[in-house]
């Protein structure tokens, strides 16, 4: 797993409630910990605790393996409010974790035009300073911790 | 229960500007509810079902209905954004058919350009279930939809000329519409040389951000059948659910795969039949991917589809957004909806404009996307005939 990392993007910190908890305790672990149906073996994202495909309740949070594909993106370059505005073009995506949930992120610490549908990437975790972390991703090929 | 022909449209308005900095949101409700009722030859008095969305100030439906001093026994305020008001029509229908109402008032009205208002909705956000895991990204409403487009590129090789086309046929037709906020024509280069607001749709691919408002009156067989007003059948309506499908995620896909063939075949029509089409233009990306979900083309097709002038009116296999559509014209409170009725019922009236009237438009479909192409949406697909 990644050590505490910085993509100087805004990393502003999340309200976890009492279904997201312990989701976003992982995630200042450098962890990507998602709630497993144990009946049917189904994944959601984002995490809930009753299972979208079997209404099992009954699920169980488990570590990915934090590395995934690019399955869609696009590369902002205007337009957008003061926070994001000095950190223009960033990356805006979607990434398919190994274990199947495609989830939103932002792709970083690359050249924006470098990016690529199918683009092997690896979590991580844009520490917001409250205990918890924004998931981000990188390229595979590149030392996340750069 | 088909609702077919249970409906009609007999009054619309769209308000003429698209700036309003001297009045309220209510009060351009208001203004909108009275012209399309004075289109139908109806009043306030007459109104006894009334019909808002997440645009509606206040408690919505509630507020509105005591503001326009409404006496009805039927509110409806539900919310799927842009598609809201083509979802309304089809509420109508519905309570038109079970004998619950004869005149359904639909209005919308927002000020996002010189009021400061957010898309509607945006209030609730906050609370949303998913909001922890979308808001930390810079998701603006045109980066998602970029994303959309670049899967659809990524898939069937769909270029940004050829979402330019899209564009172009708009502003073909917005120079005919004197209240068009952009009235000049535009050609594919200049939508390639617009700037780049998030790869790869550019300034150009987005629709305008204007204040405004519409109004729709929808009635009964019996109250149709009693006004001097050209009314407009509905002969088919649908709507479709999409979202995120718990991670499953589809980009090249909308609710319009669930809601056109329902309309089609509760009108009993094919896309082959249909004269004009009214379709949700936020982005270009929109119109394409909508295009091949209604099943005027295949999925993936979208782009070889709309060369060759084909969406321009009059004589194009396919006229689309008479009115110069959101790309242009008008995209009141951020939501294309309601306009896209107006302008259907305008084609099968024979009150387009001149240059841009289908000749003998018999059938036309109308649709509408709510919430995002890249999240959660909401479509609704409408068919209205004339009698
Ligand atoms: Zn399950």
New interface residues.
């Given amino acids: 797993m990644s050590d505490s990392y910085t993509s100087y993007?805004?990393?502003?910190a999340?309200?976890?409630n009492v279904?997201?908890q312990p989701f976003?305790d992982a995630t200042a672990q450098g962890r990507i910990d998602l709630a497993v149906c144990d009946d049917c073996g189904?994944?959601?994202?984002?995490p809930?605790l009753m299972c979208?495909?079997c209404q099992s309740t009954s699920m169980t949070w488990t570590t990915m393996a934090g590395t995934g594909t690019v399955?869609?993106?696009?590369?902002?370059?205007?337009?957008?409010g003061r926070a994001?505005k000095e950190?223009l073009p960033?990356v805006?995506?979607?990434v398919q974790l190994d274990e199947?949930?495609?989830?939103?992120?932002?792709v970083v610490a690359c050249d924006?035009d470098e990016v690529e549908?199918?683009m092997a990437v690896t979590a991580v975790f844009d520490d917001t300073g409250e205990g918890t972390a924004?998931i981000r991703f990188t390229p595979t090929q590149r030392d996340s911790n750069e | 229960m088909s609702v077919r022909r249970v409906a009609h449209i007999a009054g619309v308005y769209e308000h003429p500007l698209r700036e309003i900095p001297d009045k309220t949101v209510a009060q351009i409700h208001a203004q909108v509810a009275v012209g399309a009722l004075a289109d139908a030859g109806l009043t306030i008095a007459d109104v006894d079902a009334y019909y808002s969305a997440g645009d509606a100030p206040g408690f919505g439906a509630l507020s509105m209905a005591d503001y326009l001093g409404l006496d009805c026994h039927h509110l409806n305020d539900t919310e799927t954004g842009g598609s809201s008001y083509l979802l309304h029509v089809q509420q109508a229908a519905q309570a038109i058919a079970a004998g619950h109402i004869d005149v359904a008032l639909i209005t919308l009205a927002g000020k996002p350009r010189t009021g400061g208002a957010g898309p509607g909705g945006s209030a609730r956000f906050g609370s949303a279930?998913?909001a922890?895991?979308?808001?930390?990204?810079?998701?603006?409403v045109?980066?998602?939809y970029?994303?959309?487009?670049?899967?659809h590129m990524?898939e069937y090789g769909t270029t940004s000329a050829q979402l330019a086309e899209i564009k172009v046929a708009a502003s073909t037709h917005a120079q005919h519409n004197p209240n068009a906020f952009l009235k000049d024509v535009v050609t594919v280069d200049q939508v390639l040389e617009s700037?780049?607001?998030?790869?790869?749709?550019h300034l150009l691919d987005a629709c305008v951000v204007t204040d405004g408002g519409g109004a729709l009156v929808v009635v009964s067989d019996a109250v149709a059948k009693r006004l001097d007003r050209h009314t407009i059948p509905v002969l088919g309506t649908g709507f479709g659910f999409k979202g995120?499908n718990?991670?499953?995620?589809d980009?090249t896909h909308t609710g319009a795969r669930i809601s056109g063939p329902a309309a089609f075949e509760e009108a009993g029509v094919t896309p082959s039949d249909i004269d004009y089409a009214s379709i949700y233009d936020s982005f270009t990306i929109t119109v394409l991917v909508t295009l091949e979900d209604l099943g005027f083309c295949e999925k993936g097709k979208g782009g070889e589809f709309v060369l060759d002038g084909a969406l321009q009116a009059p004589y194009g296999r396919l006229p689309f957004n008479t009115d110069g559509g959101g790309l242009c014209n008008n995209h009141p409170a951020n939501r294309g909806g309601m306009t896209k009725v107006i302008e259907a019922v305008r084609q099968l009236r024979g009150e387009a404009h001149a240059e841009v009237q289908v000749p003998d438009c018999e059938i036309a479909l109308a649709h509408g996307t709510g919430g995002s192409m890249a999240t959660r949406m909401g479509s609704a697909t409408l068919i209205l005939g004339r009698d």
Avoid: C
Avoid at chain 1, 9 to 12: R, S, V
Avoid at chain 1, 100 to 106: A, E, H, K, Q
Avoid at chain 2, 146 to 151: D, E, H, I, V, W
């Fill in positions: 993007l805004p990393a502003k999340p309200e976890p279904e997201t976003w189904f994944i959601p994202w984002y809930r979208p495909d399955y869609s993106y696009s590369v902002t370059r205007a337009g957008v994001w950190h960033f805006l995506a979607y199947g949930p495609i989830m939103m992120t932002n924006p549908v199918g924004i | 279930p998913e922890g895991f979308e808001n930390q990204f810079g998701m603006g045109i980066s998602g970029a994303m959309a487009a670049t899967r990524y700037r780049m607001i998030s790869d790869p749709l995120m718990s991670g499953r995620v980009l």
